[in-house]
């Protein structure tokens, strides 16, 4: 009979994982929940258990896949998936890691007779997602669970094998470490790293010291912040890489699982820094800027922390980043009496009306007539080839037919493949005019680049020559 038994579980185990031995459909994923010790027989698919092996002083994460029943309807072996503490895995815990975080194990791959299993048992438990994790309002830390990544013990391979980084820390999320988003650019920060405490959070919109210095400093009269890029300022220089929510862009850094903690591994890009957004805050297309401006002034603000970040370096050589220098920077700034800041007053003067005249002199060389010429109307599209012309013209009939109570194109899929299959099947008479249709949009285009080509040889020459004045 435990022969019998035994060969059940070999063949289970030999099944792909979801499935079972007796239906060969997927498994419902359940989370029962109970106290106290548990009784073998009380076991069901789905659950969620911690048990505790001979000699171990961590308890173990497990789910139940399947509860095998002997010819007496006896439980006689339980199968179950295992979920891996961070001091399980290779690397071992790491500071960013969650204290209920756990691995999870995407195959099954241990099976215990019920005799043995109910003596290890402790009762049952409850694992979630991460953003399952993130939603309970209130955490059992005895039963309550959570993963986000998978773990192999035979490769010793995570997947994902990395996470993002976040914050001026640049380590990854954890969710026992409380975070505040910028109201500006949407980044997230840890509280301790701002200086702030998770109980007492002001009030007032949250601004991260980037965003900061960018207010802090001077605008240009007639330009909003948005339209002013940062070039050589304070600011760009305390650019840092974050994404842009939880769930958004990852950074330019990245934390391998079984590495050294906070070691970053750059990803290839042309220039550090934060993306940029692609819409404003009233939901409108923002504008490409032109490269060909010159970068803005400097505030006096800017000045002064460029003699403290040196400064405040030489003093305090073990702090990193840029929380504390700013944090100190703007302190300091605030304490300076009037005389003591008009230094700083005069180079940003002298800034501006360096800004101002470089600004006026490009305008009147032509080259921002010549972006607006280049981003606007001149820059001529890439002509259709005659297939998707017919697929053009297919899609438009399709969409007529909707529209006048018909079927249309209900799958976008479905649509193209049909297309496909009626274009191949036309003859050479049929797809002649879409041909012809790509040839004459061709000719446009070549018309249209020719007509731009001029246009940026007559800008390109000196305003005293009579072209631009």
């Given at each position: 009979m435990a022969d019998d038994a035994a060969e059940e579980v070999e063949a289970a185990r030999a099944l792909p994982f979801g499935e079972t031995h007796e239906t060969g459909v997927a498994m419902e994923k359940r989370v029962v929940q109970g106290d106290g010790r548990l009784d073998v027989k009380d076991l069901e698919r789905g659950d969620y258990v911690s048990y505790l092996r001979d000699g171990e002083s961590r308890t173990r994460v497990a789910r139940i896949i399947d509860v095998w029943w002997n010819r007496t309807g006896l439980s006689d072996a339980v199968t179950l998936q295992p979920f891996y503490r961070p001091e399980d895995a290779d690397g071992g815990r790491?500071?960013?890691?969650?204290?209920?975080?756990?691995?999870?194990?995407?195959?099954?791959?241990?099976?215990?007779?019920?005799?043995?299993?109910?003596?290890?048992?402790?009762?049952?438990?409850?694992?979630?997602?991460?953003?399952?994790?993130?939603?309970?309002d209130k955490v059992d830390p005895q039963k309550d669970f959570f993963w986000r990544v998978c773990y192999d013990p035979d490769t010793k391979a995570f997947e994902p094998d990395r996470v993002p980084l976040y914050c001026v820390c640049e380590t990854p999320y954890s969710p026992d470490r409380p975070m505040i988003e910028c109201s500006e650019c949407g980044n997230v920060f840890h509280c301790s790293c701002m200086g702030l405490d998770p109980g007492a959070l002001p009030r007032c919109p949250f601004r991260c010291p980037t965003c900061t210095k960018r207010f802090d400093a001077c605008l240009v009269p007639g330009e909003s912040l948005d339209e002013q890029d940062g070039g050589e300022s304070e600011t760009q220089e305390l650019s840092v890489d974050f994404p842009e929510t939880l769930s958004g862009t990852l950074p330019e850094g990245e934390v391998f699982f079984g590495t050294d903690e906070g070691q970053a591994q750059p990803q290839q890009s042309a220039k550090r820094g934060r993306k940029p957004k692609l819409l404003t805050k009233t939901g409108r297309k923002r504008s490409k800027r032109d490269p060909?401006?010159?970068?803005?002034?400097?505030?006096?603000?800017?000045?002064?922390?460029?003699?403290?970040?040196?400064?405040?370096?030489?003093?305090?050589?073990?702090?990193?980043?840029?929380?504390?220098?700013?944090?100190?920077?703007?302190?300091?700034?605030?304490?300076?009496?009037?005389?003591?800041?008009?230094p700083y007053h005069v180079m940003a003067t002298a800034s501006r009306e360096n800004y101002h005249k470089a600004k006026e002199d490009y305008i009147q060389s032509g080259g921002r007539m010549l972006f607006e010429l280049q981003q606007r109307n001149f820059k001529p599209k890439r002509p259709l080839?005659?297939?998707?012309?017919?697929?053009?013209?297919?899609?438009?009939?399709?969409?007529?037919?909707?529209?006048?109570?018909?079927?249309?194109?209900?799958?976008?899929?479905?649509?193209?493949?049909?297309?496909?299959?009626?274009?191949?099947?036309?003859?050479?008479?049929?797809?002649?005019?879409?041909?012809?249709?790509?040839?004459?949009?061709?000719?446009?285009?070549?018309?249209?680049?020719?007509?731009?080509?001029?246009?940026?040889?007559?800008?390109?020459?000196?305003?005293?020559d009579g072209i631009l004045k």
């Amino acid at each position: 009979m435990a022969d019998d038994a035994a060969e059940e579980v070999e063949a289970a185990r030999a099944l792909p994982f979801g499935e079972t031995h007796e239906t060969g459909v997927a498994m419902e994923k359940r989370v029962v929940q109970g106290d106290g010790r548990l009784d073998v027989k009380d076991l069901e698919r789905g659950d969620y258990v911690s048990y505790l092996r001979d000699g171990e002083s961590r308890t173990r994460v497990a789910r139940i896949i399947d509860v095998w029943w002997n010819r007496t309807g006896l439980s006689d072996a339980v199968t179950l998936q295992p979920f891996y503490r961070p001091e399980d895995a290779d690397g071992g815990r790491r500071p960013w890691h969650g204290r209920m975080e756990v691995f999870k194990d995407k195959s099954v791959r241990e099976w215990a007779k019920m005799e043995t299993f109910q003596d290890e048992l402790v009762g049952r438990c409850r694992v979630h997602t991460l953003e399952g994790y993130e939603k309970l309002d209130k955490v059992d830390p005895q039963k309550d669970f959570f993963w986000r990544v998978c773990y192999d013990p035979d490769t010793k391979a995570f997947e994902p094998d990395r996470v993002p980084l976040y914050c001026v820390c640049e380590t990854p999320y954890s969710p026992d470490r409380p975070m505040i988003e910028c109201s500006e650019c949407g980044n997230v920060f840890h509280c301790s790293c701002m200086g702030l405490d998770p109980g007492a959070l002001p009030r007032c919109p949250f601004r991260c010291p980037t965003c900061t210095k960018r207010f802090d400093a001077c605008l240009v009269p007639g330009e909003s912040l948005d339209e002013q890029d940062g070039g050589e300022s304070e600011t760009q220089e305390l650019s840092v890489d974050f994404p842009e929510t939880l769930s958004g862009t990852l950074p330019e850094g990245e934390v391998f699982f079984g590495t050294d903690e906070g070691q970053a591994q750059p990803q290839q890009s042309a220039k550090r820094g934060r993306k940029p957004k692609l819409l404003t805050k009233t939901g409108r297309k923002r504008s490409k800027r032109d490269p060909g401006l010159p970068k803005r002034p400097l505030s006096a603000y800017n000045y002064f922390m460029k003699d403290f970040r040196k400064a405040y370096k030489a003093e305090h050589p073990e702090s990193r980043g840029v929380a504390d220098v700013t944090r100190a920077g703007s302190q300091a700034w605030h304490a300076l009496g009037q005389e003591d800041r008009e230094p700083y007053h005069v180079m940003a003067t002298a800034s501006r009306e360096n800004y101002h005249k470089a600004k006026e002199d490009y305008i009147q060389s032509g080259g921002r007539m010549l972006f607006e010429l280049q981003q606007r109307n001149f820059k001529p599209k890439r002509p259709l080839t005659p297939y998707f012309l017919f697929l053009e013209k297919a899609r438009s009939e399709a969409n007529e037919v909707k529209v006048e109570g018909g079927a249309g194109a209900q799958d976008a899929v479905e649509f193209t493949k049909e297309a496909s299959r009626r274009w191949n099947s036309m003859t050479s008479d049929e797809k002649e005019p879409f041909y012809r249709q790509a040839e004459e949009a061709k000719a446009k285009s070549a018309v249209q680049k020719e007509h731009l080509s001029m246009v940026e040889d007559i800008l390109s020459l000196p305003a005293g020559d009579g072209i631009l004045k």
